[in-house]
């Protein structure tokens, strides 16, 4: 019988119950046993795994963060692949599936160089990897963005405010492009293209010209500004740039008297029970990792081109960044 190890490595996103319970489901159906390992490479490593059975993932699918646990540790020098080696013999282990972002992309390629097979299905809310268009937890991130967006609209409007909006999600763009176009952003300053802080000033004095006294401005966590731009306002280079950006506005337009607030989204993007499109491509890659680890196709990754599944033999080129595309930071502009 053959037997897959599942294990979530790197940060969680919400989806990863959805993908560990139609992994134990469909490896049910098609006769194969599956070890839930907790905590990642870090739990493998201690023996901590044990059977998952069709029981044990009831009731987890509307469920955020994974019920194994996950860490950051993955095999990379000699000795702890050596370890991963041995732990896949010990327990007989046909092949890892790793639920991963970069991370994961990482592990599965170090292991492998080392003969350790394995298929990786991406989950990250960041939604950078190259060779899927969609990884699992991105929509439910750009729902929380979305909806904060929403509530913060009120009091930016009532108090006639600039409401400066930090999301995660770099290095690509996506959350603050895709959140931002759907939380209606007056603005998105993101690391997937430079900023340019004259036009920003453009935008909101339209704005206030056209009695829009209020604005919602989105900076991605990962943006570089450059060095000037701090040396200009008198902050240290270490500011988060969506509070340089802040400072930025305010002395910018001391004639409207402009007052801005900061709100960092931080966790609260990553985490929560998982949008019905999480849940769906979640449960449609599982599957077909399953299924390809049936049919021996291991080392490679599973992901979507649209709502298409597609299987990507491993390459480094699995660790190049996606960059959120241009037709959708053009689009976003389009409402500006
Ligand atoms: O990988 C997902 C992510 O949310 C990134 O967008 C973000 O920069 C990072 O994790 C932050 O993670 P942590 O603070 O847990 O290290």
Redesign the pocket.
Request: hydrophobic share 25%.
């Given at each position: 019988m053959k037997r897959i190890a599942i294990l979530c490595v790197?940060?969680d996103?919400p989806g990863l119950n959805a993908a560990i319970r139609a992994v134990v489901v469909k490896s049910s159906e098609v006769d194969i046993e599956v070890l839930g390992v907790k905590d990642g490479f870090e739990g493998l490593m201690k023996d901590e795994l044990d059977v998952l059975s069709k029981a044990n993932v009831s009731g987890i699918l509307h469920r955020g963060g994974t019920i194994l646990g996950t860490s950051?540790l993955i095999p990379e020098d000699e000795e702890s692949i050596k370890t991963v080696q041995r732990k896949v013999e010990q327990y007989s282990i046909t092949s890892l599936l790793i639920l991963g972002?970069?991370l994961g992309a990482r592990a599965a390629l170090n292991l492998a160089k080392n003969n350790v097979a394995s298929v990786l299905v991406p989950a990250?809310?960041?939604n950078d990897l190259a060779f899927s268009d969609f990884s699992i937890g991105f929509f439910t991130?750009v729902e929380n963005v979305k909806n904060a967006l929403d509530v913060l609209h009120s009091t930016a409007e009532s108090h006639h405010r600039v409401m400066i909006v930090e999301?995660?999600?770099?290095p690509g763009g996506w959350?603050a492009t895709v959140g931002g176009l759907t939380g209606g952003a007056d603005y998105v300053v993101s690391s997937a293209e430079a900023f340019d802080p004259m036009d920003l000033l453009k935008k909101i004095r339209m704005r206030y010209e056209g009695h829009k006294r209020f604005s919602i401005i989105v900076v991605e966590?990962?943006v570089k500004l450059p060095d000037d731009f701090y040396k200009s306002l008198d902050l240290s280079p270490q500011t988060p740039a969506a509070q340089a950006i802040g400072t930025f506005i305010e002395r910018s337009f001391r004639e409207f008297g402009v007052e801005w607030r900061y709100t960092n989204l931080?966790?609260l993007?990553?985490g929560g029970s998982p949008v019905s499109m999480d849940r769906l491509i979640a449960t449609l890659m599982a599957t077909r990792a399953v299924e390809m680890i049936k049919a021996a196709k291991v080392y490679h990754a599973v992901g979507m081109r649209g709502l298409t599944v597609t299987e990507v033999p491993y390459s480094e080129t699995m660790l190049n960044v996606r960059a959120v595309e241009e037709h959708l930071r053009l689009l976003v502009k389009l409402f500006y």
């Open positions: 790197g940060n996103c950051l972002g970069r990250t809310i960041d991130a999301t995660m999600g770099r959350i966590s990962g931080g966790y993007q990553r």
